[in-house]
């Protein structure tokens, strides 16, 4: 399966939504996605020490950036701006390839960092990475369909 090219306007998207998401992420809040990783740090395994209703993979991959980076909310903000641009991104690749229009995209780009702006691009929860994996399989779908004439 041959895969469509990550594009320069792509590029753009995510270095855009990252400047914006960059500047407007002003707070430094514990959420649950935070305090469920240093759990995960100290050991704990969620569903077994601690309940959640939050898929733990978003705990076990931002216990990692603690890891490697140091336990500081700062890591988290950064990790969560990062993601919610390659979010966007990920959609306006998306948009571009079912639609096949530039502003067809960038107005699926517009409504993804609306979307994401309100309470999820300044600290990590899991609601980005999920959506980023989603995008990324709906893609890859919306490729093979493309090569096979679907």
Known sequence: MRRRPFNADTALVFLGALLLFGTTATGFQARVTDLSALRVLDGDVPYRDFWTMYAPGSFVTLAAAFALFGRELLISNLLGV??????????????????????????????????????????????????????MAADRVMTRCHESGA
């Open 82 to 135: 990062t993601t919610s641009a390659a979010a966007v991104a990920m959609f306006y690749r998306f948009a571009k390839g079912a639609c096949g229009t530039i502003p067809a995209a960038s107005i699926a780009a517009l409504v993804a960092v609306a979307f994401l702006s309100t309470s999820y691009a300044d600290g990590f929860t899991s609601y980005p990475p999920a959506l980023l994996l989603i995008l």
